[in-house]
């Protein structure tokens, strides 16, 4: 395999390159298949999403908007107070829109984020994600479009980071217990 740098914290390889590749054709079409004819916006929180939208996007074959947003936990904070540091760019009421997320795990933050959107009043409002920590939900969330359900591990690589490292990885992986500890 490939070596990248800071990647010997890694413990073992869960979703590879193709494996990915495969599931993000398969919900690309059905993202497709459900927005025929939509104004379709696919509204992703920075950062580590990024690197799914970028391949997702382009296994949707119909016309499409992206828009960006940011937000950070509120020090300290508990309940999922989470304050939005970048908003959308374009108002979205009356357009179908799916939030695209790399991973979810207690849900409290998709939880805001969805209450913020869904004020907006789009036409419709459905959450595609990589990854499910099923395991680890605080919120119950309908989640239309899942890639993978994944372990309660902490989780590196294709976008997610440790420390702000390792996004680059093609790769979803864990990481060795020392590294988290
Ligand atoms: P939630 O509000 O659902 O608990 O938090 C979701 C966010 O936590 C994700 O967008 C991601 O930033 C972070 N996160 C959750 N699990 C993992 C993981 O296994 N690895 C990494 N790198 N980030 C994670």
Do not use: Q, W
């Not at 119909?62 to 989470?82: E, I, N, T």
């Not at 009421?93 to 805001?112: C, H, K, Q």
């Not at 459905?126 to 993978?148: A, M, N, Q």
Request: with cysteine; hydrophobic share 45%.
């Amino acid at each position: 395999m490939t070596r990248y740098a800071g990647d010997e914290i890694v413990e073992r390889v869960l979703l590879s390159e193709d494996v990915i590749a495969a599931r993000v054709a398969e919900l690309g079409r059905s993202i497709a298949a459900d927005h025929s004819g939509h104004d379709l916006r696919l509204v992703t929180v920075l950062r580590g999403s990024v690197i799914f939208l970028a391949d997702l996007c382009r296994a949707i074959d119909v016309p499409l908007a992206l828009d960006f947003m940011a937000v950070s936990s509120y020090a300290g904070g508990s309940g999922g107070s989470v304050r939005i540091t970048k908003d959308l760019d374009d108002p979205i009421e009356g357009a179908s829109i799916v939030l695209v997320e790399d991973i979810i795990d207690t849900g409290l933050t998709l939880n805001y984020v969805l209450t913020m959107l869904r004020a907006r009043n789009p036409a419709s409002l459905s959450v595609c994600t990589l990854l499910d920590k099923d395991v680890r939900r605080i919120v119950d969330l309908p989640i239309e479009y899942r890639g993978f359900a994944v372990p309660d591990r902490f989780l590196v690589g294709y976008g997610l980071d440790i420390a702000g490292r390792l996004r680059n990885l093609p790769y979803v992986a864990t990481v060795r217990e020392d590294a988290v500890a």
